[in-house]
């Protein structure tokens, strides 16, 4: 299965908190059949949030990239076929970089792995079978990355 993962996962897969965080998600990305990915949108994304303030990502954002293709997550470019993509629905979040993931998704026959409930029951998004706490809730500090 071709997996990208939104920041939210990624930055729990970096620091190490994916385990605690949703176990589901976890094991199911570290199968051997699975091709998990991130975008450099998501990346983006969280370098435009460190540096507002709004975001700790635990480490000098220049490691992060190289922390997650150390893990097997492998770092994708954002390209013109991604950006004019139509994506239906459109994400309820009317976030840009959600959209760009998803229309990374569309283009690449991906699966989005998400800790947000607001994405997860998007057509694109992958699903697994996870308990209801796996899933990421921005009000319980035990689900932010």
């Known amino acids: 299965m071709r997996l990208i993962s939104d920041s939210h996962v990624l930055l729990a897969v970096a620091l190490k908190r994916l385990d605690s965080m ?3 998600i976890a094991r199911a ?3 051997p059949d699975v091709d998990p990915a991130a975008s450099a949108a998501s990346l983006w994304e969280i ?3 460190a540096r507002l303030g709004k975001l700790d990502p635990g480490m000098p954002l220049g490691m992060l990239a190289e922390l997650l293709e150390a893990v097997g997550i ?14 239906e629905p459109m994400p309820p979040t009317h976030d840009p970089f ?3 993931l998803l229309a990374r998704c569309l ?3 991906r699966r989005l792995v998400t800790l947000d409930h607001a994405l997860r029951d998007h057509p694109l998004a992958a699903r697994f079978a996870a308990k209801s706490s796996d899933a990421f809730n921005p009000k319980n500090p035990k689900t932010r990355p």
């Open 22 to 24: 949703s176990p589901t």
């Open 29 to 31: 990305i570290a199968q």
């Open 47 to 49: 370098a435009i949030k």
């Open 74 to 87: 492998g770092m994708l470019p954002i390209t013109a076929s991604h950006a004019v993509a139509a994506v």
């Open 98 to 100: 959600d959209r760009m």
């Open 107 to 109: 283009v690449e026959g």
